[in-house]
């Protein structure tokens, strides 16, 4: 089996419930959006599962945790991985699955808490 071609099982957190089990050809990692059934989730955590064979152990299958999520239309990089807001303002979470405390629905533009600093 290729790596590129592992079968991945899709578990929703709450209500615990498997989705799912797709192919994905990317490694999705927490704070990754997914859509999978016409919906989008937001990826938790991610859990590999092994097979001992005669070579050793092998990679058998990957297991997401997912939850209900909108895509954010506001994201900023940074160091090479994506936040969601603006990563200019003092309240930003600098996550990719949490935006700020004062404010964490969003969005960062007009937001009244919204002050600015150094990245």
């Known amino acids: ?10 578990i929703l957190t709450h209500p615990r419930e498997t989705l799912g ?5 990317w490694m999705p990692q927490p704070g990754n959006y997914l859509d999978f ?6 990826v938790l ?13 092998r990679l058998h299958k990957v297991s997401i945790y997912v939850q209900s999520a909108k895509t954010p239309q506001e994201r900023t990089q940074i160091n090479g991985h994506w936040i969601v ?5 003092r309240f930003n979470a600098r996550s ?3 935006r700020c405390a004062v404010n964490p629905e969003g969005p960062c533009l007009g937001c009244r808490y919204f002050e600015e600093c150094d990245l």
């Open 37 to 42: 059934a016409g919906k989008t989730y937001a």
């Open 1 to 10: 089996m290729e790596q590129d071609s592992l079968p991945t099982e899709i």
């Open 96 to 98: 990719e699955l949490l």
């Open 21 to 25: 089990e797709v192919y994905l050809d």
């Open 85 to 89: 807001g603006d990563a200019k303002c």
């Open 45 to 57: 955590e991610r859990h590999h599962h092994y097979r001992y064979k005669i070579e050793g152990y």
